[in-house]
């Protein structure tokens, strides 16, 4: 559906060079929620504006549909761009435009009939849950019914893909959490393919199938959101995965492991059998079920008192019973 291929970014005032993003390569399929996730200053506002071309890579193939949208001229790209809705955080809503006009706006554009046009706009605030609001102006809207005005404007034009782009940065947790409801509800009943950027991994563990963590330009880690969330590889991945845990320093001492509980290792009594196997007391931190799209993931912090040969065959066993660990502190 998308893929993007050696995409650079470089931007370049006067003699300053800076380097946005460097040969990201990335295979987004239709129907994926793919987020992208970075620390401020990583590149993700590059990319996605790379990807409908409201940036110009500098070097590097995007291909949506097949089509390299690179090579696109002006009245070709305006048609593909079309086909991609895109939501900001800061809404950019026209205000002096009522909800109705809003929506309508990318459907005048392409001079849609009247009547066409009041019959999706109607479609749309349904979905959107807006449709007591059509004749409001923006500045009588709260942030999150003023997102729902972008994502139906957004979808106006029957998008194959749906951009976000810090789309619920400037919300409180209880409205992000209905944004994305409703970007899940959208993607699972219009089949969009949605691609999210955030700096936030509760937006990614929520919504996302698969992820890119960017640091510096670069992707340092990629794959679905179950298997990056339950055994963090990057020092970067760790920090955003490790935002949702916080664990007081005065619980840090010994040897302290974060593990991953999935389908595949329930059933069995692994830490009762790990006590007495290798005849250790191990103290439970902090535990709690986490939901990625629906699926669970039994996190446990536990503590324990081993030297570092133990504890290697102690993760060797955790990983023959399909737990995966994290060492927080070794
Ligand atoms: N128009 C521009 N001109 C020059 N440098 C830019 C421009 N836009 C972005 N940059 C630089 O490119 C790098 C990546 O910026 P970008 O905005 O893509 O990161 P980001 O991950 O979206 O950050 P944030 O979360 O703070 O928005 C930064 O070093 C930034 O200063």
């Given amino acids: 559906m998308i893929k993007i291929k050696n ?8 003699r300053n060079q800076v380097t946005a993003l460097e040969s990201i390569t990335l295979d987004i399929h239709k129907g994926d929620i793919y987020g992208i996730i970075g620390l401020s200053g990583a590149g993700k506002s590059s990319l996605i504006r790379c990807i409908n071309r409201l940036e110009e890579p500098t070097s590097g ?5 097949g089509v390299n949208l690179v090579t696109l001229k002006s009245a070709e790209l305006r048609n593909a761009r079309k086909k991609m809705g895109m939501i900001f955080q800061n809404f950019n809503l026209l205000h002096s435009k009522t909800v109705f006009e809003n929506i309508a706006f990318p459907l005048r554009l392409l001079k849609t009939s009247e009547k066409t046009i009041t019959e999706k706009v109607k479609k749309l605030l349904d979905l959107v849950e807006l449709s007591d609001k059509a004749h409001v102006y923006p500045s009588q809207l709260s942030g999150g019914q003023k997102q729902r005005v ?7 034009n029957e998008p194959d893909v749906l951009l976000c782009d810090e789309a619920t940065s400037a919300l409180d947790p209880k409205t992000t959490k209905q944004i994305l409801d409703l970007l899940k509800n959208i993607n699972k009943e219009l089949g969009l393919t949605i691609v999210v950027i955030t700096h936030e991994m ?16 670069y992707i340092v880690e990629e794959g679905h959101t179950i298997d990056i969330f339950s055994k963090p590889g990057n020092a970067v991945t760790k920090h955003f995965v490790e935002q949702m ?16 509980f999935t ?9 009762s059998r790990l006590t007495k196997v290798f005849d250790i007391d191990v103290n439970i931190l902090s535990g709690k079920i986490e939901y990625i799209q629906e699926k669970p993931i039994g996190k446990l912090t536990v503590q324990m008192h081993v030297d570092c040969h133990k504890l290697l065959d102690i993760i060797t066993y955790f990983e023959e ?10």
């Fill in 245 to 260: 845990q916080h664990l007081p320093e005065q619980y840090l001492e010994g040897k302290v492991l974060n593990l991953s």
């Fill in 7 to 14: 995409l650079s970014k470089v931007y370049t005032k006067g």
């Fill in 263 to 271: 389908e595949g290792s329930a059933g069995t009594p692994i830490i």
């Fill in 61 to 65: 193939d995007i291909w949506i549909n």
């Fill in 202 to 217: 509760e937006v990614i563990k929520e919504i996302c199938s698969h992820v890119a963590i960017l640091e510096g330009g």
């Fill in 150 to 156: 972008g994502i139906a404007r957004a979808l106006a």
């Fill in 321 to 330: 019973n399909h737990v995966k660990v994290e060492v927080l502190k070794q």
